[in-house]
């Protein structure tokens, strides 16, 4: 047995079930080693789909994403997706192959500094000189990645370490980093309160079963952050709705009018909190973000079970406010939020993958989730593209329907994965809102620079024509009407459906 056939055996071991990538030159031997497991392993078109694709499967599912390429053209395609991951803490593992280890630090053909690009985008990046070092790191990433998942780890795999045979295993033992110092000062802050607020990120969800009891008991209201939707149903009236820059009223009103702020598992991004509040107490699992007067690193689990709550009544104080947010044009013909509105109103259960743009604005803003991973898009760093690959990732991971809300820009980043669809016969629908433009860039062309639309003009391909190619049904409406008709259908993917709209402002966040 070599190096690269225990990797695989230990995968297994790990219950990992689906891996995405692309095989190549280097990291050969462990393709071999996977084509003799139970590994599913997906073939994407490109590598950064592959890495969005394993991106959406962690989102959608809490399974650990795996992504695998070849040396540095493989390798380096994967940058952007990682990226995206590291940036919205998204335990993936990443697995690259390279070059012989006596190549390193040469300009042999097709070497590139792996270790140090990824130690920029990943939580670690680990090179193994030889294969007991291999083993141990692999151990030790998928350890980290379920226990203590603040982001993406990568394995750079030198070919002839792969092929070594000769190699020690054993097991490793953890203990989770916390430090709790600061759980009495919070009590106190939390005895004191009469209007405390919880806000959740992802780093919660884990706990939503836990967390929606204490709400509900204590009648501590709730608010989130993207990544957090439907942590609490945001049909309940406990789930105030987002937090941060796209805050809805009720959620704004609390956040200015709390007198004890919990929040547990967010990364505090100026997106979420443009402001430090008082009274913060902030739990995470992740030093490095920590903020406020009570920062407490460890994890959700253990500070619920060091702290206690008492009842208090100002939910009926903050359900007074109307809490649904104005937008206007959502029976407007040719209205991409008109459209979507539909779109959603029709797959309210299902998972929606976004991506980025104006399309991306006016889908957070409608969609409402009943559980967590219910609404995936490219977060902090947001790429165009992460939509249909995400897709892909959610469809392998849970089986279920997905649909797309893609624009046309973002669409033909990765449309190439179109054959990835038809290939695995996922039950993805594309729904592709083509106004023809790079929308929000318009947007800020003109009313930020007050310039006339500059490069941000799109000579579309017939994208129905383009989805038949692929072997995938495809249809193309104009008009409200004719999308309503087809939404009364009962519809499977794989399908693209073509949405004509008009040009479209969004409504700019107020901080």
């Known amino acids: 047995m070599n190096v690269a056939n225990k990797f695989v055996e230990i995968l297994e071991e790990e219950g990992i079930e689906n891996i ?3 095989p190549g030159d280097q990291i050969m031997p462990v393709y071999k080693a996977l084509s003799e497991s139970n590994i599913n392993h997906v073939l994407t078109r490109h590598e950064q789909a592959a890495a969005h694709a394993a991106d959406g499967y962690y989102r959608s599912s809490g399974k650990i994403g795996v992504c695998i390429a070849t040396a540095s053209p493989g390798a380096l395609n994967f940058t952007m997706a990682i990226a995206t991951a590291f940036k919205d803490n998204i335990p993936l593992l990443i697995l690259t192959g390279d070059n012989e280890l006596k190549y390193k630090g040469t300009d042999y053909f097709q070497t590139t500094p792996q270790l140090e690009i990824f130690k920029n985008i990943t939580q670690t990046s680990y090179n193994p000189l030889n294969g007991t070092e291999a083993i141990y790191v692999l151990r030790a990433a998928i350890y980290e990645l379920k226990t203590i998942p603040k982001g993406p780890i990568h394995i750079n795999l030198s070919k002839d370490v792969l092929l070594e045979e000769d190699f020690d295993d054993f097991e490793l033992c953890y203990l989770c980093e916390n430090d709790l110092s600061n759980i009495s000062k919070a009590q106190e802050l939390i005895n004191n309160a009469v209007k405390p607020l919880f806000i959740l990120g992802a780093g919660a969800i884990s706990q939503r079963e836990n967390i929606e009891m204490l709400s509900k008991k204590y009648q501590i209201p709730v608010t989130t952050t993207f990544h957090a939707k439907g942590i609490i149903s945001e049909y309940d009236e406990l789930n105030l709705g987002l937090v941060g820059i796209r805050a809805t009223p009720r959620a704004k009103y609390a956040m200015e009018n709390a007198d004890c702020i919990i929040a547990l598992g ?13 009274n913060l107490i902030h739990v995470n699992i992740n030093s490095d973000v920590l903020i406020g007067d009570y920062p407490i690193q460890g994890k959700v689990e253990d500070f619920l079970l060091e702290i206690s709550f008492k ?9 007074e406010i109307e809490n649904e947010v ?5 029976d ?28 991306t604005t006016w889908t957070t803003l409608l969609k409402k989730s009943l559980k967590p991973g219910q609404l995936l898009f490219s977060g902090a760093m947001a790429p165009m593209g992460y939509g249909l690959p995400a897709a892909i990732g959610a469809a392998v991971a849970t089986g279920e329907k997905i649909i797309v809300i893609n ?19 996922l039950n993805v629908i594309i729904f592709i809102l083509n106004n023809s433009e790079y929308g929000i860039i318009r947007q800020w062309e003109e009313s930020m620079y007050d310039m006339e639309p500059y490069q941000v003009n799109l000579n579309n391909p017939n994208f129905t024509k383009l989805a038949s190619s692929y072997g995938i049904d495809a249809v193309r409406v104009d008009n409200l009407t004719d999308l309503e008709l087809i939404l009364e259908k009962e519809l499977a993917g794989p399908l693209v459906v073509e949405v004509v709209v008009e040009s479209e402002d969004i409504p700019l966040p107020k901080v």
């Open 20 to 22: 995405f990538g692309i």
């Open 266 to 278: 967010i990364k505090a991004s100026e997106r979420t909190l443009p402001k430090i509040p008082k």
């Open 311 to 319: 009842k208090v009544n100002w939910l009926s104080e903050i359900l």
């Open 326 to 330: 104005k937008i206007d044009g959502l």
């Open 332 to 359: 407007a013909d040719l209205k991409p939020q008109a459209a979507i509105k539909r779109i959603l109103n029709k797959f309210s259960n299902n998972i929606i993958a976004s991506d980025a743009g104006s399309h």
């Open 407 to 425: 624009g046309d820009g973002d669409f033909q980043m990765n449309l190439q994965e179109l054959a990835t669809i038809r290939e695995n016969n």
